[in-house]
Nanobody
Framework: QVQLVESGGGLVQAGGSLTLSCAASRTISSINTMGWYRQAPGKQRELVAQIFNRGSTEYADSVQGRFTISRDNAKNTVYLQMNSLKPEDTAVYYC??????????WGQGTQVTVSS
C-alpha cells in the first residue's frame, strides 16, 4: 500500500502559476506510474499528466506546454508545475500511484481555482 497526500492548491488569477506536490508514504522509485488527474464539477475525472518509473512523461492535450510533471525519488514526491493557468483548469486535482498488479491508490485531492 501507499498513502498519498497532495498539497499546493489554491486560488490564482488566470495566467498565474501553481505547483502541486504529492507526498508518498513509501519509496516511489519502483512505482510503475505516478499521475495527476483532475475532476471539475459535473465532469468525469480526467488524466492531466503522468510520469513513468523510467522518467518518461505524458500530458493531456489541454495542458501540453503549460504543465510539467516531475518526480523526486529521494523525497518520495511528485510535482505538477502549472503555468499559464486558465479558468477551465479549475478542478480538484488528485494524485495517483499505479502499482499494478498490486493496486491503484489515490490521494484526497487538492482544489485549484483559477479566476478570470
Amino acid at each position: 500500500q501507499v498513502q498519498l497526500v497532495e498539497s499546493g492548491g489554491g486560488l490564482v488569477q488566470a495566467g498565474g502559476s501553481l505547483t502541486l506536490s504529492c507526498a508518498a508514504s513509501r519509496t516511489i522509485s519502483s512505482i510503475n506510474t505516478m499521475g495527476w488527474y483532475r475532476q471539475a464539477p459535473g465532469k468525469q475525472r480526467e488524466l492531466v499528466a503522468q510520469i513513468f518509473n523510467r522518467g518518461s512523461t505524458e500530458y493531456a492535450d489541454s495542458v501540453q506546454g503549460r504543465f510539467t510533471i516531475s518526480r523526486d525519488n529521494a523525497k518520495n514526491t511528485v510535482y505538477l508545475q502549472m503555468n499559464s493557468l486558465k479558468p477551465e483548469d479549475t478542478a480538484v486535482y488528485y494524485c495517483q500511484a499505479n502499482t499494478v498488479p498490486f493496486g491503484i491508490y489515490w490521494g484526497q485531492g487538492t482544489q485549484v481555482t483559477v479566476s478570470s
